[in-house]
Protein backbone atom coordinates (compact mmCIF):
# COMPACT_ATOMS: atom_id res chain seq x y z
CA UNK A 1 0.00 0.00 0.00
CA UNK A 2 2.40 2.81 1.06
CA UNK A 3 4.85 3.85 -1.68
CA UNK A 4 2.99 1.44 -3.66
CA UNK A 5 -0.48 2.23 -4.44
CA UNK A 6 -0.55 5.37 -2.81
CA UNK A 7 2.08 8.32 -1.68
CA UNK A 8 1.38 7.73 1.90
CA UNK A 9 5.74 6.85 2.85
CA UNK A 10 5.73 10.68 3.32
CA UNK A 11 3.08 11.16 5.38
CA UNK A 12 4.68 8.06 7.94
CA UNK A 13 7.96 10.20 7.54
CA UNK A 14 6.05 13.45 8.99
CA UNK A 15 4.87 11.22 12.20
CA UNK A 16 7.90 9.93 12.42
CA UNK A 17 9.87 13.36 12.56
CA UNK A 18 7.37 14.95 14.60
CA UNK A 19 6.96 12.11 17.32
CA UNK A 20 11.12 12.19 17.52
CA UNK A 21 11.27 16.16 17.54
CA UNK A 22 8.63 15.69 20.83
CA UNK A 23 10.74 13.78 22.28
CA UNK A 24 13.35 15.94 22.12
CA UNK A 25 15.66 14.82 19.08
CA UNK A 26 15.76 14.77 15.33
CA UNK A 27 15.83 11.94 13.48
CA UNK A 28 18.49 11.00 11.38
CA UNK A 29 18.56 10.23 7.35
CA UNK A 30 19.84 7.78 7.93
CA UNK A 31 17.05 6.46 10.57
CA UNK A 32 14.42 7.37 8.09
CA UNK A 33 15.71 5.95 4.98
CA UNK A 34 15.81 2.07 6.94
CA UNK A 35 12.03 2.42 8.31
CA UNK A 36 11.10 2.67 4.54
CA UNK A 37 8.34 -0.31 4.43
CA UNK A 38 8.95 -1.19 8.05
CA UNK A 39 6.61 -2.20 10.82
CA UNK A 40 5.74 0.13 13.35
CA UNK A 41 7.07 -2.04 16.45
CA UNK A 42 10.33 -2.07 14.79
CA UNK A 43 10.10 1.90 13.91
CA UNK A 44 9.86 2.54 17.59
CA UNK A 45 12.85 0.78 18.25
CA UNK A 46 15.18 2.30 15.41
CA UNK A 47 13.77 5.84 16.61
CA UNK A 48 14.44 5.29 20.22
CA UNK A 49 17.97 4.07 19.73
CA UNK A 50 18.32 6.84 17.05
CA UNK A 51 17.94 9.46 19.52
CA UNK A 52 19.47 7.33 22.44
CA UNK A 53 16.66 7.35 24.90
CA UNK A 54 16.07 3.79 25.97
CA UNK A 55 13.11 1.55 25.10
CA UNK A 56 11.04 1.70 28.35
CA UNK A 57 7.57 0.09 28.22
CA UNK A 58 6.12 3.37 29.14
CA UNK A 59 8.20 5.30 26.29
CA UNK A 60 7.14 2.46 23.77
CA UNK A 61 3.69 2.58 24.43
CA UNK A 62 3.62 6.44 24.17
CA UNK A 63 5.33 6.48 20.92
CA UNK A 64 3.32 3.77 19.69
CA UNK A 65 0.43 6.13 20.20
CA UNK A 66 1.58 9.48 18.78
CA UNK A 67 3.07 7.85 15.56
CA UNK A 68 -0.76 6.46 14.91
CA UNK A 69 -1.93 9.50 16.33
CA UNK A 70 -0.14 11.96 14.34
CA UNK A 71 -0.46 9.95 10.92
CA UNK A 72 -4.67 9.11 11.38
CA UNK A 73 -4.45 12.98 11.46
CA UNK A 74 -2.98 12.79 7.68
CA UNK A 75 -4.85 10.60 6.59
CA UNK A 76 -7.82 11.98 7.76
CA UNK A 77 -6.99 15.67 5.71
CA UNK A 78 -6.73 13.83 2.76
CA UNK A 79 -3.46 14.26 1.92
CA UNK A 80 -2.78 11.21 -0.29
CA UNK A 81 -2.07 11.05 -3.58
CA UNK A 82 -1.98 7.95 -6.15
CA UNK A 83 1.59 6.58 -7.24
CA UNK A 84 1.86 6.86 -11.30
CA UNK A 85 -0.47 4.28 -12.72
CA UNK A 86 -1.40 2.54 -9.34
CA UNK A 87 -5.15 3.14 -9.66
CA UNK A 88 -5.62 1.96 -13.42
CA UNK A 89 -3.52 -1.49 -12.94
CA UNK A 90 -6.06 -2.24 -9.77
CA UNK A 91 -8.48 -2.01 -11.95
CA UNK A 92 -6.70 -4.44 -14.59
CA UNK A 93 -6.58 -6.80 -12.53
CA UNK A 94 -10.13 -6.57 -11.33
CA UNK A 95 -11.07 -6.48 -14.66
CA UNK A 96 -8.54 -9.73 -15.37
CA UNK A 97 -10.71 -11.89 -12.18
CA UNK A 98 -7.05 -12.38 -10.48
CA UNK A 99 -7.75 -12.83 -6.92
CA UNK A 100 -6.35 -9.93 -4.99
CA UNK A 101 -4.73 -9.40 -1.51
CA UNK A 102 -3.98 -5.73 0.16
CA UNK A 103 -0.33 -6.73 2.26
CA UNK A 104 0.52 -3.96 4.30
CA UNK A 105 2.69 -3.36 7.32
CA UNK A 106 0.17 -0.53 8.21
CA UNK A 107 -2.13 -0.93 11.36
CA UNK A 108 -5.42 -2.45 10.68
CA UNK A 109 -6.91 1.44 12.22
CA UNK A 110 -4.87 3.26 9.53
CA UNK A 111 -5.21 1.18 6.32
CA UNK A 112 -9.12 0.98 7.36
CA UNK A 113 -8.36 4.89 6.49
CA UNK A 114 -6.57 4.45 3.70
CA UNK A 115 -8.96 1.74 1.81
CA UNK A 116 -11.42 4.58 2.21
CA UNK A 117 -9.72 6.32 -0.60
CA UNK A 118 -8.30 3.28 -2.15
CA UNK A 119 -11.23 1.04 -2.60
CA UNK A 120 -12.26 -1.95 -0.73
CA UNK A 121 -13.75 -3.50 -3.76
CA UNK A 122 -10.22 -3.59 -5.53
CA UNK A 123 -9.33 -6.59 -2.52
CA UNK A 124 -10.05 -9.82 -1.76
CA UNK A 125 -8.32 -10.37 1.34
CA UNK A 126 -6.41 -7.67 3.34
CA UNK A 127 -3.75 -8.61 5.97
CA UNK A 128 -2.05 -5.49 8.26
CA UNK A 129 0.87 -5.40 10.01
CA UNK A 130 -0.93 -5.92 13.34
CA UNK A 131 -2.73 -9.00 12.63
CA UNK A 132 0.69 -11.05 11.69
CA UNK A 133 3.17 -12.07 14.05
CA UNK A 134 5.91 -10.36 12.38
CA UNK A 135 5.88 -7.92 9.66
CA UNK A 136 8.06 -7.22 6.54
CA UNK A 137 10.40 -8.18 6.13
CA UNK A 138 9.37 -11.40 7.34
CA UNK A 139 7.12 -13.44 5.30
CA UNK A 140 4.39 -13.75 7.19
CA UNK A 141 2.09 -11.05 6.02
CA UNK A 142 2.40 -12.53 2.32
CA UNK A 143 2.34 -16.07 3.61
CA UNK A 144 -1.19 -15.33 5.57
CA UNK A 145 -2.50 -13.39 2.24
CA UNK A 146 -1.49 -16.51 -0.04
CA UNK A 147 -3.63 -18.78 2.92
CA UNK A 148 -6.55 -16.19 2.76
CA UNK A 149 -6.85 -16.22 -0.41
CA UNK A 150 -6.61 -20.22 -0.71
CA UNK A 151 -3.41 -20.34 -3.06
CA UNK A 152 0.20 -21.24 -2.63
CA UNK A 153 2.68 -17.87 -2.04
CA UNK A 154 4.84 -19.41 -5.25
CA UNK A 155 1.70 -18.72 -7.57
CA UNK A 156 0.92 -15.02 -6.81
CA UNK A 157 3.15 -11.61 -7.91
CA UNK A 158 3.95 -9.56 -5.06
CA UNK A 159 4.10 -5.56 -6.04
CA UNK A 160 6.31 -3.90 -4.15
CA UNK A 161 8.15 -0.83 -3.32
CA UNK A 162 10.75 -1.30 -0.69
CA UNK A 163 14.09 -3.28 0.51
CA UNK A 164 11.81 -4.93 3.26
CA UNK A 165 9.03 -5.66 1.27
CA UNK A 166 10.66 -7.59 -1.31
CA UNK A 167 12.36 -9.31 1.01
CA UNK A 168 9.05 -10.37 2.55
CA UNK A 169 7.51 -11.11 -0.40
CA UNK A 170 10.60 -13.27 -1.91
CA UNK A 171 10.91 -14.96 1.16
CA UNK A 172 7.12 -16.03 0.94
CA UNK A 173 8.28 -17.42 -2.05
CA UNK A 174 6.83 -15.35 -4.42
CA UNK A 175 7.50 -13.95 -7.77
CA UNK A 176 8.14 -9.90 -7.44
CA UNK A 177 7.22 -7.15 -9.27
CA UNK A 178 9.44 -3.97 -8.15
CA UNK A 179 8.62 -0.60 -8.30
CA UNK A 180 11.01 1.56 -6.50
CA UNK A 181 9.88 5.37 -4.44
CA UNK A 182 11.73 6.62 -1.98
CA UNK A 183 14.66 3.87 -1.79
CA UNK A 184 16.59 1.47 -3.77
CA UNK A 185 16.03 -1.72 -4.26
CA UNK A 186 18.40 -4.00 -4.46
CA UNK A 187 17.98 -7.16 -7.43
CA UNK A 188 17.16 -10.44 -6.78
CA UNK A 189 16.40 -13.85 -8.81
CA UNK A 190 12.56 -13.28 -7.81
CA UNK A 191 12.63 -9.61 -9.03
CA UNK A 192 11.62 -7.61 -11.66
CA UNK A 193 11.90 -4.05 -12.26
CA UNK A 194 9.48 -1.43 -13.63
CA UNK A 195 9.82 2.31 -13.30
CA UNK A 196 5.99 2.96 -12.15
CA UNK A 197 2.59 1.05 -13.03
CA UNK A 198 1.58 2.96 -16.10
CA UNK A 199 0.16 0.78 -18.33
CA UNK A 200 0.66 -2.57 -16.12
CA UNK A 201 -1.15 -5.19 -17.65
CA UNK A 202 -2.42 -8.79 -16.90
CA UNK A 203 -0.07 -10.56 -19.62
CA UNK A 204 2.98 -8.94 -17.85
CA UNK A 205 2.09 -9.83 -14.93
CA UNK A 206 1.55 -13.01 -15.98
CA UNK A 207 5.34 -12.62 -17.24
CA UNK A 208 7.00 -11.36 -13.92
CA UNK A 209 5.81 -14.83 -12.35
CA UNK A 210 7.18 -17.19 -15.55
CA UNK A 211 10.49 -15.49 -15.15
CA UNK A 212 10.75 -15.66 -11.53
CA UNK A 213 9.78 -19.61 -11.89
CA UNK A 214 12.56 -19.87 -14.30
CA UNK A 215 15.04 -18.58 -12.59
CA UNK A 216 14.64 -20.32 -9.20
CA UNK A 217 13.71 -23.56 -10.80
Known sequence: MDGTLIDSERLWDV?????ARELGGELS?????????????????VLLGDLGLPATPDRIAWTYERLVELTEELFLAGDVEWRPGARAALQTVRDAGIPTALVTNSLRRITELALEGIGREFFDVTVCGDEVEAGKPAPDPYLRAAELLDVRAAACVAVE???NGALAAERAGA????VPCDVPVPAGPRRTFRNDLVGLTARELGAVWRTASERVA
Do not use: K, W
Open 15 to 19: SLRAT
Open 29 to 45: ARAIASLVGVDIDTSIV
Open 161 to 163: DSP
Open 175 to 178: AVLV
